[in-house]
């Protein structure tokens, strides 16, 4: 669904990118965002409990919304729907993948990094793409070339993007939100440091609602 993702990616301006190995992780770290101000994120197909963490959110918080990312083949696809995913994540977009996307009902963020990608998505209707990987693809200065040129499309830029830089991407009007993992790393999901990924949430949510003050003011 090319349309649905909009309204996904507004849930918040940062979106948490997560790779959990340990699926009785998955509701403490739900409820730590939710605690932080950030009902959404991203679980990547990188582990294989990936979709039973995805599975158990979708039926244990159902108020929280899960992606699953990292999907490369139509098969990801489809595995994350019948996980119950509330979105689906790819890092590119293939001719497969877009022929699912259209059977298959879930909003879904393709991945692109080039002018021609982008217009590829955008004639297939997707004008919310993710800008990936952000930082080694052109990052902001990719961003504002892109604007007058394709003033239509939306990014969620991921890859590179951190408290350092968060602001900056956000204040792009062509960015609708960025994703990145540093919300929730592995070393802070290993030691189950729930509080400290509350206070590192806590921390983006508000930088980017200061950003957002400042964009909706220029
Ligand atoms: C992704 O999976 O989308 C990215 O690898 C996240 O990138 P980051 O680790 O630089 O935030």
Redesign the pocket.
């Known amino acids: 669904m090319a349309e649905g993702i909009a309204g996904i990616l507004g849930i918040s301006k940062v979106i948490p ?1 997560v790779t959990l190995t340990d699926v009785a992780h998955a509701v403490p770290l739900a409820d730590a965002l939710l605690a932080g101000g950030i009902g959404i994120m991203e679980l ?1 197909l990188r582990t294989s409990g990936a979709l039973a963490a995805i599975e158990r959110l979708a039926r244990d918080r159902p108020e929280f919304c899960v992606g699953g ?2 999907c490369r083949t139509a098969n990801d696809l489809q595995r994350v729907t019948d996980a119950g995913a509330a979105f689906a994540v790819s890092p590119g977009a293939t001719a497969a993948l877009l022929a699912a996307a259209r059977r298959l009902s879930v909003p879904w963020l393709p991945g692109a990094a080039t002018l021609s990608e982008m217009m590829n998505l955008s004639d297939e209707g997707y004008s919310c793409q993710k800008l ?1 990987p952000a930082a080694l693809c052109g990052g902001i200065e990719l961003l504002k070339a892109v604007a007058p040129v394709l003033p239509a499309l939306r990014f969620c830029p ?4 951190s408290p350092d830089n968060l602001a900056a991407f956000l204040a792009q009007p062509n960015v609708s939100c960025v ?4 919300i929730a790393p592995a070393e802070l999901l290993q030691r189950a440091a729930w509080s400290d990924i509350t206070r590192i949430a806590a921390s983006a949510a508000g930088q980017a609602a200061v950003s957002s003050v400042r964009k909706s003011c220029a």
């Open positions: 990118v990547t990312g990292t990936f991921t890859g590179g993007v994703g990145g993992s540093w």
